[in-house]
């Protein structure tokens, strides 16, 4: 059932107060439809798609709203999410917080985290172990050893590290600097490969924030290219029925930003990012707060250390979220959500 047409149901039951949430062929086993929140968000969840938009300010969707941006305005909509997630603590840089994602880490290597403070190309370390100086393991050795098929689509060379630290467990890499081209190639992957984790990169956010500056009309605009691009992404997945059925979609980002840099790791735009998830059995139009009122805070403006007993939503849930959709045990060695914690559905 597609975003639309879940919330088309939801308007359309709530005079009679019973919606549906779970799959097609869920639905077709029982004269009855289940109630939403006796149906777990990874009962039916097979694939799990990725989708880092690089340098997304969340202020650029409230400026922007539904008509300028209506793909994500859309996606969350049909899912749970939240505006107000944040970056790994010690930095707000590419490659940094993106390992982040995939490592469950926190990115001081001396307490246990990934290693991989550089943001560039040259190989230094060669790979995230090196970095941190001990094994490290991701969300894509996890799925591997399971069985499952892995795919990296990236808009910066940066991230051919990933395939160096972990090259047994990616099947395919795709680093392709236009974005456009890119999102064709993982339109064309959903649509010719069975995988169960695909992870997206798309850069064109950061790329035109670092030209014309973060939150200005050329950044604005880019915003809105891309949200074209996701949108397109998410038709893929729901043109087909198997894929519509059984995939979950987690979009976030690796900082904000505003005027020329987003390198001030102590600076609100650049420390604030998105959260969202939507798939079979997510929630619909959820704060992702409100779903996890007992180990999740709102941090309001603050920018919240490690040390806080009680964690915000963090772009490095992503990893142990898409394993604990996919019913596998966190990575480990990983901090982020390693209890499995984050919920996403009302049945948790």
Same mark, same amino acid.
């Given at each position: 059932?597609?975003?639309?047409? #879940?919330?088309?149901?939801?308007?359309?039951?709530?005079?009679?107060?019973?919606?549906?949430?779970?799959?097609?062929?869920?639905?077709?086993?029982?004269?009855?439809?289940?109630?939403?929140?006796?149906?777990?968000?990874?009962?039916?969840?097979?694939?799990?798609?990725?989708i880092s938009i690089d340098g997304l300010n969340p202020e650029a969707l409230r400026i922007l709203g539904p008509e300028g941006?209506?793909?994500?305005?859309?996606?969350?909509? &049909?899912?749970?999410?939240?505006?107000?997630? %944040?970056?790994?603590?010690?930095?707000?840089?590419?490659?940094?917080?993106?390992?982040?994602?995939?490592?469950?880490?926190?990115?001081?290597?001396?307490?246990?985290?990934?290693?991989?403070?550089?943001?560039?190309?040259?190989?230094?370390?060669?790979?995230?172990?090196?970095?941190?100086?001990?094994?490290?393991?991701? #969300?894509?050795?996890?799925?591997?050893?399971?069985?499952?098929?892995?795919?990296?689509?990236?808009?910066?060379?940066?991230?051919?590290?990933?395939?160096?630290?972990?090259?047994?467990?990616?099947?395919?890499? %795709?680093?392709?600097?236009?974005?456009?081209?890119?999102?064709?190639?993982?339109?064309?992957?959903?649509?010719?490969?069975?995988?169960?984790?695909?992870?997206?990169?798309?850069?064109?956010?950061?790329?035109?924030?670092?030209?014309?500056?973060?939150?200005?009309?050329?950044?604005?605009?880019?915003?809105?290219?891309?949200?074209?691009?996701?949108?397109?992404? #998410?038709?893929?997945?729901?043109?087909?029925?198997?894929?519509?059925?059984?995939?979950?979609?987690?979009?976030? &980002?690796?900082?904000?930003?505003?005027?020329?840099?987003?390198?001030?790791?102590?600076?609100?735009?650049?420390? %604030?990012?998105?959260?969202?998830?939507?798939g079979p059995g997510v929630a619909i139009g959820a704060d992702l707060y409100d779903l996890n009122a007992d180990d999740r %805070?709102?941090?309001?403006?603050?920018?919240?250390?490690?040390?806080?007993?009680?964690?915000?939503?963090?772009?490095?849930?992503?990893?142990?979220?898409?394993?604990?959709?996919?019913?596998?045990?966190?990575?480990?060695?990983?901090?982020?959500?390693?209890?499995?914690?984050?919920?996403? &559905?009302?049945?948790?």
């Open positions: 059932m597609t975003p639309r047409s #879940v919330l088309a149901s939801v308007i359309a039951c709530a005079a009679v107060g019973l919606c549906l949430t779970s799959a097609p062929a869920q639905m077709a086993s029982s004269s009855i439809p289940p109630d939403p929140r006796s149906v777990s968000a990874d009962d039916a969840i097979d694939s799990v798609l990725a941006t209506p793909h994500l305005h859309d996606f969350m909509a &049909s899912g749970a999410s939240t505006l107000n997630a %944040r970056t790994e603590h010690e930095k707000t840089l590419t490659l940094p917080n993106h390992t982040g994602m995939v490592t469950g880490r926190r990115i001081e290597a001396e307490t246990g985290g990934h290693g991989v403070t550089w943001n560039d190309d040259r190989r230094r370390p060669a790979t995230v172990q090196a970095a941190a100086g001990r094994r490290v393991e991701s #969300v894509f050795t996890s799925i591997s050893a399971a069985g499952g098929s892995t795919a990296l689509f990236a808009s910066k060379t940066k991230f051919s590290l990933w395939k160096r630290s972990w090259p047994l467990a990616i099947d395919k890499t %795709r680093i392709q600097l236009d974005n456009g081209l890119l999102a064709r190639s993982v339109r064309r992957d959903l649509r010719d490969h069975d995988r169960a984790f695909r992870f997206v990169h798309f850069s064109l956010p950061d790329n035109v924030g670092h030209a014309k500056g973060f939150m200005s009309r050329p950044y604005l605009r880019s915003v809105k290219q891309v949200d074209t691009l996701l949108g397109g992404v #998410v038709a893929a997945v729901e043109s087909d029925p198997g894929l519509d059925a059984g995939t979950a979609i987690i979009v976030t &980002s690796d900082h904000g930003g505003l005027g020329d840099s987003h390198s001030d790791a102590r600076r609100f735009a650049n420390y %604030r990012i998105a959260f969202m998830v939507a %805070r709102d941090p309001g403006t603050r920018r919240t250390t490690y040390a806080q007993p009680v964690q915000p939503v963090r772009n490095g849930d992503l990893a142990n979220l898409a394993l604990d959709l996919l019913d596998l045990d966190a990575v480990p060695g990983s901090e982020h959500n390693s209890g499995l914690g984050l919920d996403v &559905s009302l049945a948790n």
